[in-house]
């Protein structure tokens, strides 16, 4: 399901962080930081953009393709692991 709906146009979140993430980021440390349900990064690359170590976890390819390309056009490096249940 999620790879269909991360395979259309765009992203499907938009590339900016949540509003929660945004309200908490000057209370999150710097360092290693793990996201759960990551889908297209959006989150990943701002914790990244503000120097933290990234590794996302999502079940979705498609969508840490798109992760990745954001992360590239802003330069930053994140760690992408689609894990899903067997």
């Given at each position: 399901m999620?790879?269909?709906?991360?395979?259309?146009?765009g992203f499907t979140y938009g590339t900016a962080p949540s509003d929660f993430l945004?309200?908490?980021a000057d209370r999150t440390?710097?360092?290693?930081?793990?996201?759960l349900g990551e889908g297209e990064g959006r989150n990943a690359v701002f914790l990244a953009e503000r120097g933290c170590n990234v590794t996302?976890?999502?079940?979705?390819?498609?969508?840490f393709d798109k992760a990745q390309h954001?992360?590239?056009?802003?330069?930053?490096?994140?760690?992408?692991?689609?894990?899903?249940?067997p």
């Open positions: 999620w790879d269909e709906r991360y395979g259309q146009p945004r309200e908490v440390p710097r360092g290693d930081v793990l996201c996302a976890m999502d079940a979705s390819k498609v969508g954001l992360a590239g056009e802003r330069s930053v490096e994140i760690t992408t692991v689609a894990a899903r249940k």
